[in-house]
């Protein structure tokens, strides 16, 4: 390396560190006094010393959790890139990017918001013959492709446009969302027209569910159709939509257009599809053989590019003399466009992504998340790390430039095929990892516990923006599948826990392990959100009393860890409203997710109970829209998990109003029973309080999003015959 050497990315340590420390280590000694109090006073009966070291375990528990949680707080860092110094040194020899769009299903995911977050990618700043776009659709469906092909004929006038006026974002739907229908030039009013027009064509089509015929006659591509039998039964489509090494593929200023390529693997009923780890790693192969690039982006298909600088961005990481050879991938955090102010599902996961993801960065890699992540193909592809591995950015040439298109889709086909993988390494030594849920968050692991590592980068300007859930039940669904796969990944193979994990830092796995144990949480915050509660109502304390010196540690660590988190949250851009939002969510994942996510996993174990993926919708009706716009929880849909909050919500609120009956009965009721029971009673309202949203969807509401009757009614049971059992029974 030369003197003159100019860094393409600079690492700042956070402030403020050992102030930090200084209040972690006071929280860590209170939680070992609580821990000193509940082993010196067991209760001498025998089923209040069950139920004390029930509070003990669960202590126990969330006290090794909250150390945990440090691992990412001790150290974090944060990246700036120089975009200028990439320019200056490597423009000439930037490699070839390919860009993974995956889509699963026109119904949740509308193809009219599929094509603009393809639109969005084709028009990253960058050079067009570098850049191929790649849709995988594991629906196969035609309207998907359809759609595809009316975008390819949109980029032509949406292309130049972004460029020439340098807008942000570049998905048309979210651009024109974004600017005011006054004071426009007449190229804008133009492009507005031909995109407005596009998207109604896509989405008559989708409503009468074909394709207009005199589309499909002039496109030979829909020929593919016709051995179509089902979305789990068909042969592998691949069309390549755009060829970027066509002289005559331009757009209307005369400009190169990116690559673009449909692509459908085939399905069998016989053949187990891995879902997105399939798709992803059928994509690799297809890729390879049409454009190689040595760069890939994966993004969901709700999630646009932002800002058309994230290649970019993502260069000055990968291709740092100094630092790149090692790093793996870069990832950017997930961000949403849809959420609301105070984000009632916390679905911004604004702690994950501002305070632990950078955290994680600084003990050697954030995980892949899925979405917004760039990775060296080589290393997804299997590449075994080596301390000397040097970048080589010129030592392939990034596209098959003899074959016509025709041939070219003929000969790849085969690699998307279901047979293609048996007996090979894809899906264990190559490609997306298969067999868990969360496919990106395991082959992140295994990537770095060969020695790579990654990168986080999170730029003022969000590089991606999604959909996020906007109901209670796929926020607690989505948080099912991933809490399952995060415990999976513990008990696999390639679990965090194992001392064979020595490549990765001693605080990578504990900050990994935070997420692996999101369904384990479930056991101790059942625990503490009922059984103190019920004491409530017979009168037990559980908790020392006010006139206790033991009652100093459990307020302090509780009050201190709450108003610390309570400072983190706004710190970072929440708002109090939201705070207390996350907090019910947390709590309400805790309860149903997670416990569900445990008992799956168990049955799993067990070989009782098979993998499956459910996907997120990224639509919503609009009488729920509008609920959601105005932050009022929506329950409207029966769910098993919905069953046990109410369940929990009713049994608080019983046991609650249980003892206030209990205390005014007597003059110094109320008064004995806080000087005994300050803390019970206090932990009881708490829930009462931020349960409020689902006494309100029991009781109050009459909207579509209210809670089933049958659902209220079959929890009222459930809480009543509890607390009455345990009143007179116990
Ligand atoms: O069989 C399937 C199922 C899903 N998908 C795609 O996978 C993506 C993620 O699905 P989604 O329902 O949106 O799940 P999320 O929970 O929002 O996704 C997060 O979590 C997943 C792992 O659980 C990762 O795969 C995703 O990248 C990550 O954004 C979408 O583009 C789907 O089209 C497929 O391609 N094939
Ligand atoms: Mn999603």
Request: hydrophobic share 40%.
């Amino acid at each position: 390396m030369s003197k003159e050497y100019l860094p393409l990315f600079e690492t700042k340590e956070a402030k403020g560190r050992v102030v930090y420390w200084a209040f972690a280590a006071s929280i860590f000694v209170g939680i070992c006094l609580i821990w000193i109090y509940r082993v010196k006073f067991v209760p001498e009966d025998e089923v209040g010393r069950w139920v004390w070291i029930g509070l003990f375990a669960a202590e126990i528990w969330f006290g090794f959790y909250w150390v945990l949680t440090q691992s990412p707080r001790w150290n974090p860092i944060h990246r700036r890139t120089f975009k200028h110094n990439l320019s200056k040194r490597h423009e000439g020899e930037l490699p070839g990017v390919d860009i993974f769009v995956c889509t699963a299903d026109p119904d949740m995911e509308p193809p009219a918001m599929v094509i603009s977050t393809v639109l969005s990618v084709m028009a990253y700043d960058y050079p067009p013959e570098k850049l191929s776009v790649y849709l995988s659709d594991d629906a196969g469906s035609e309207l998907t492709y359809y759609a595809l092909v009316e975008a390819s004929q949109f980029a032509k006038h949406w292309i130049p446009f972004c460029k020439k006026f340098n807008i942000q974002p570049r998905s048309p739907a979210a651009y024109f969302a974004s600017v005011s229908s006054d004071h426009q030039g007449k190229e804008m009013v133009f492009i507005q027209k031909l995109y407005k027009d596009m998207v109604s064509k896509i989405n008559t089509a989708v409503e009468l569910g074909r394709v207009p015929e005199e589309i499909r006659s002039s496109n030979e591509g829909f020929s593919l159709w016709k051995s179509h039998v089902s979305r789990r039964d068909h042969d592998t489509f691949l069309q390549i939509v755009i060829d970027g090494r066509d002289p005559k593929a331009t757009d209307v200023e005369g400009s190169i257009l990116p690559t673009l390529v449909y692509l459908a693997r085939e399905k069998r009923p016989q053949y187990f599809h891995n879902f997105k780890a399939g798709a992803m790693n059928a994509l690799l192969r297809v890729s390879s053989h049409i454009s190689n690039g040595q760069i890939l982006l994966n993004v969901d298909c709700d999630m646009y590019s932002n800002n058309s600088d994230a290649i970019r961005d993502a260069l000055c990481f990968l291709m740092d003399e100094e630092k790149g050879h090692e790093i793996a991938f870069v990832q950017f955090p997930q961000k949403f466009d849809n959420v609301t102010k105070n984000d009632i599902y916390g679905s911004t996961l604004r702690v994950i992504s501002e305070v632990e993801l950078p955290g994680l960065d600084g003990l050697g890699g954030p995980p892949y998340i899925g979405t917004g992540c760039f990775h060296k193909r080589d290393v997804l592809c299997g590449k075994k790390y080596s301390k000397g591995y040097k970048n080589d950015w010129n030592s392939k040439s990034y596209r098959n430039s003899k074959a016509n298109v025709k041939e070219l889709e003929e000969n790849s086909k085969y690699l998307a095929n279901c047979t293609y993988e048996e007996n090979t390494q894809w899906g264990k030594e190559i490609g997306l990892r298969y067999g868990c849920p969360v496919e990106d968050v395991v082959t992140g692991l295994s990537m770095q516990s060969q020695g790579w590592k990654s990168v986080y980068c999170n730029p003022e300007r969000g590089a991606f923006l999604g959909v996020a859930p906007t109901s209670l039940v796929q926020t607690l669904v989505q948080h099912k599948r991933w809490s399952e796969g995060d415990l999976q990944i513990f008990l696999s193979r390639y679990s965090p826990a194992l001392c064979t994990r020595r490549k990765i830092s001693l605080g990578l796995r504990m900050g990994y392990c935070i997420y692996c144990f999101w369904a384990v949480n479930s056991l101790a915050t059942v625990y503490y959100s009922i059984i103190p509660s019920l004491y409530l109502l017979k009168g037990v304390s559980l908790f020392p009393q006010v006139s206790s010196p033991w009652l100093i540690p459990f307020t302090y660590v509780i009050f201190a860890e709450y108003v610390a988190s309570l400072v983190e949250f706004l710190s970072i851009g929440g708002t109090v409203q939201g705070w207390w939002n996350e907090q019910r969510i947390w709590l309400y994942k805790r309860t149903s997710s997670y416990l569900f996510a445990l008992v799956d996993t168990a049955l799993k174990t067990l070989g009782l109970s098979d993998l499956t993926f459910a996907i997120t919708a990224k639509v919503t009706d609009q009488e729920a829209s509008q609920r959601y716009e105005k932050e009022i929880m929506e329950f409207g849909a029966s769910s098993p998990l919905f069953t046990i909050l109410a369940t929990t919500s009713l049994l608080n609120l019983f046991c609650f109003l249980g003892m206030v009956k209990k205390a005014v009965k007597t003059d110094s009721g109320l008064v004995m029973a806080f000087q005994a029971m300050a803390l019970q009673v206090l932990l009881c309202g708490i829930l009462v309080l931020i349960n409020w949203p689902l006494y309100q969807g029991m009781f109050f509401r009459t909207d579509k999003g209210k809670m089933p009757s049958s659902l209220t009614i079959q929890s009222l049971i459930l809480a009543l015959a509890t607390c009455l059992s345990f009143s007179f029974l116990l």
